[in-house]
């Protein structure tokens, strides 16, 4: 039995196209007309948004909706429920931009992911909004290259090890590339599989994790179209 | 090879477990939080609300969230911006409720899930949102039963094919159990499978279809626990 890497799986958001971007922009929208009625820093504005989304998350899961509602809460509660109702509808409008907004891919993705599809089976996964990933995927027009889509929940080893037994596939023989140590390297390494991580310049803060580089499993590369020769170099 | 029925596709919401219950008492406070502010009849509250939901399902999918960043913008929209932030927070709060609900399974739920899987392949096919969708199977304590659970964005004829290509299964040896005819019924009996309509007693607006009650592949059940001689009597 062949023991090289079989299966290499892609995260989306901010590995193929750009993600973070537009929601760093609605944060510091929602910043904007917040101001009109506290100030940012002695309110603590952004500490605040973040704190409800880490609390909501655990209701809310990922996603451009649940950072909507957790923005309108926490607009609210820092104002005192002073805020207008049409300052809310901006707020409700900001998040419909993002999950309007067009697929933006990242430089050199169609290539990179075509020539890994051509000498490994590929697979997409990512966590969030199912009916906002299905949509980019679909726009994305790179669909037809993944053998499978697969939308979790969250990414944590769990996840990993229902996916690879799917795959009837040993972990050693799974290669993960993504933009966050947190949800796309470290719980690969863990559970044994190979780990390319391709950092975006921004990183939402409750993404945040360190990864060991030394990891004899672990590659860094600048762009997605690097992705092809370390896979090459591991055999 | 045998041409039996060999895979039984279950739906969840209102099927497995009390659902439009909760959407509909949501609805129900809605109004009376936006009948402080207008005449809910003369304002066509119920019509402008199902307007705005239907619109927005093409950018928010299914689910709860959704749903309450519906209900927030209709509310703006109909108060001409009037309502207070107090009130729009009691409506983020509704749709935490939904988010929040405990799974309340239907009666006969566990016995009859149980006799189908012993003789057949079992599936949970269910749309709408992702995390609370898994939440809910998690809770419900039948995950175990179920050989794969299918998160889906929309319930069609697409998404039914895609799942049977991955079974690797002839439409003729499915049958799908739910009480929605247009989304468990209607699409299957089109690509060739078998539909079980278990009625639940309130249908959302969006949700209503017929389907030909003479369908020599369809049958309608009162309760779930009649599932398993039906499917006994198609052989």
């Known amino acids: 039995m062949p023991r090289s890497i079989a299966l290499v799986g892609f995260d989306a958001d901010d590995t193929l196209w750009h993600s973070e971007t537009h929601f760093q922009a609605a944060h510091a929208e929602f910043e904007r007309i917040v101001g009109g009625y506290v100030d940012l820093a002695d309110a603590g504005v952004h500490e605040r948004l973040l704190a409800t989304e880490r609390e909501n998350i655990r209701l809310f899961g990922y996603g451009a909706k649940g950072m909507t509602l957790s923005m309108i809460e926490t607009a609210i509660a820092l104002t005192g429920a002073r805020i207008s109702a049409a300052d809310l509808h901006r707020i409700v409008e900001l998040g419909k931009a993002i999950l309007r907004h067009p697929v933006e891919l990242l430089p050199g993705v169609r290539a990179a992911v075509e020539a890994v599809a051509a000498t490994h089976r590929v697979v997409l996964v990512t966590k969030g909004d199912l009916f906002h990933q299905e949509r980019k995927v679909a726009e994305s027009g790179l669909a037809g290259l993944f053998q499978r889509i697969e939308v979790v929940s969250e990414k944590d080893t769990a996840s990993y090890a229902r996916l690879l037994a799917e795959f009837d596939l040993e972990p050693a023989r799974f290669a ?53 020769a370390v896979l090459a170099g591991w055999g």
Do not use: T
């Open 176 to 228: 993960m590339v993504g933009n966050s140590c947190k949800s796309d390297i470290a719980p690969v390494l863990a559970l044994g599989g190979w780990g390319i991580h391709v950092p975006y310049p921004l990183v939402w803060a409750l993404e945040q994790a360190e990864v060991d580089s030394a990891h004899p499993r672990f590659a860094k590369v600048a762009r997605l179209d690097e992705v092809p």
